[in-house]
């Protein structure tokens, strides 16, 4: 890892683990069984046991691009229980109002 890098740089730490698989087979091999065991070994770390590591190995032909979680949209409950009364007319949540004969 390079000195400027923190232990928690997820790329300086992938860069790291990428490496040692490049240059240690047996590592590679570990990486690829057992991930979450070649991770935790080669950081000197406990890593929480509900953490799921994945390792896989490029092919040729192949390119994998890893996406963030996806977004989801708030249900209509959701959004009622944020949004407060919804579209119902609350007096003490507005301002000065006006009527149809007088804007």
């Not at 000195?3 to 928690?8: C, D, G, I």
């Not at 790291?16 to 770390?45: N, S, Y």
């Not at 229980?81 to 009527?99: H, I, L, Q």
């Amino acid at each position: 890892m390079e000195p400027t890098a923190t232990p928690n740089d997820r790329t300086a730490i992938q860069q790291r683990l990428i490496a040692r698989a490049v240059a240690d087979d047996a590592f590679r091999a570990q990486l690829l069984a057992d991930p979450h065991t070649a991770v935790a070994d080669e950081l000197g770390v406990d890593l929480p046991d509900g953490l799921t590591i994945v390792a896989v190995e490029e092919e040729a032909g192949k390119l994998y691009l890893v996406l963030p979680p996806a977004t989801r949209e708030l249900t209509d409950a959701e959004l009622d229980s944020v949004a407060g009364a919804g579209d119902k007319f609350n007096p003490s949540m507005s301002g000065p109002t006006r009527n149809a004969q007088n804007p």
